[in-house]
């Protein structure tokens, strides 16, 4: 038996707003990076409408999908 969660970066759950991600598909869209002192800054769109602020790879600020 081959532990796959093991090994898996993919999270299959929005850190932001707990909404369930489908395990293939391509859950963030990165939107636009930027080169700051501190490294890369990074801005991604979750499939669920979040979006996510990281610098080098780390979440730094999370803003959750707007609510109807
Ligand atoms: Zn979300």
């Known amino acids: 038996m081959t532990p796959t969660s093991a090994v898996t970066l993919t999270v299959d759950r929005c850190p932001v707003c707990g909404e369930p991600t489908p395990a293939e598909a391509r859950w963030w869209t990165l939107k636009s990076h930027h080169r700051i002192s501190e490294g890369e800054l990074e801005y991604c769109a979750s ?3 979040c979006l ?3 610098v080098n790879g780390e979440i730094v600020k999370s803003i959750p999908a707007a609510r109807r």
Request: contains cysteine; hydrophobic residues 50%; proline residues 0%.
């Open 52 to 54: 996510v602020v990281l």
């Open 47 to 49: 499939g669920c409408g």
